[in-house]
């Protein structure tokens, strides 16, 4: 006879464990733990992971916990235990987060390594590098946009549709990758908040723009908080002050005019060059009048890009007294010796 087969109700079958996510938070030096033993004194401590990856316990000296979760360094640290206690009891309690430490490359201000912690206050750079405008604060755990911040902003030239983060995988398999388009958010196509955390090791690439993107988007960005605060715009020419400019990202031509003292009374106001350097490498030249009562984005007033250049040419007059002054300048030795001359001989003649 068969024994028959015994039926569990489907209350008491246990759940299967959840499957180890690959975002667990793994310690490395700079965490603090505070530990504890179930009704057990003279264990109760905070210790911090030192820079070999260990951290250093009452009794048990120093044990490996970097690359390790919580959980894992829990369970380690119990196993230690137990060469002392019987069946100890351990509590293990993350205190204190390390800053991350993350590259950000590509088309941003200044590309390289930063550490970022969970209370930052970023300031946006200017095309030379140098902190400009306010200061952005945030708390929480970092996300991509600090991250981005942190490198000083997008350059002119950088690309929204495409930011990818390329995250290590802690088990030693092959990287992870994943792209963001933060141009959605910009323009209200996309709901909800897109912003994703940010874990060490990570790796922030901002790509080039394919292809020119029309002024219009060039001003959504610029007013947003991926652009750095100001720019430089070289304005030449027939201004008061001639020379590098520093400007708001979002500014018109006419205000790096002004801000370069105006035109000179010799200056063409008609035949303003803006020369712009293109991604392909061309120079893009464009004659523009000076109009500072045009609107932002039109035809007369564009929006500057970091780099651009302004020249302001003379008007005809001043080319025409500029010419005769060229032409007469070598002769004016010779007049003024005949001149002497004649003062020195009378009737010479």
């Not at 993350?94 to 800053?99: D, V």
């Not at 708001?248 to 031509?253: D, E, T, Y």
């Amino acid at each position: 006879m068969v024994p028959a087969l015994a039926v569990v109700p489907p209350a008491q079958v246990a759940p299967a464990p959840p499957a180890a996510s690959p975002l667990r938070y793994r310690l490395g030096p700079g965490d603090r733990l505070r530990l504890s033993l179930f009704k057990m004194e003279g264990y109760d401590t905070q210790a911090e992971v030192l820079p070999d990856g260990t951290v250093n316990l009452p009794r048990l000296g120093s044990v490996p916990v970097w690359g390790l979760t919580i959980d894992q360094a829990r369970d380690r640290i119990t196993r230690g235990y137990t060469r002392f206690l019987r069946r100890p009891s351990v509590y293990l309690d993350l205190i204190g987060t390390r800053p991350l430490r993350i590259s950000v490359t590509g088309e941003v201000q200044r590309p390289g390594l930063y550490s970022i912690s969970r209370a930052e206050t970023n300031q946006l750079s200017a095309a030379d590098g140098k902190a400009a405008g306010p200061a952005i604060q945030s708390s929480g755990w970092p996300t991509l946009v600090e991250a981005i911040q942190k490198a000083g902003g997008l350059t002119a030239r950088g690309d929204l549709r495409r930011v990818t983060v390329q995250r290590p995988d802690p088990a030693g398999g092959a990287p992870r990758e994943f792209s963001v388009d933060f141009w959605s958010v910009l323009r209200g196509a996309r709901a909800g908040s897109v912003n994703p955390l940010i874990y060490d090791g990570d790796s922030v690439v901002v790509p080039i723009a394919e292809q020119q993107q029309p002024e219009s988007e060039l001003i959504a960005v610029a007013s947003s908080t991926f652009a750095p605060a100001t720019i430089t715009v070289n304005v030449i020419g027939e201004v008061e002050r001639p020379g590098p400019q520093q400007v708001r990202a979002n500014s018109p031509l006419s205000q790096a005019v002004m801000s370069a003292g105006g035109i000179t009374r010799r200056g063409n106001r008609n035949t303003l060059e803006l020369l712009r350097l293109e991604p392909s490498g061309a120079i893009n030249r464009r004659t523009l009048a000076f109009t500072p009562a045009a609107s932002l984005g039109s035809e007369q007033n564009p929006p500057l890009r970091d780099g651009d250049v302004v020249v302001v040419d003379r008007h005809g007059w001043a080319k025409t007294n500029d010419s005769i002054r060229s032409a007469v300048e070598p002769l004016g030795p010779v007049l003024n010796g005949l001149s002497i001359f004649r003062l020195l001989v009378p009737g010479a003649f």
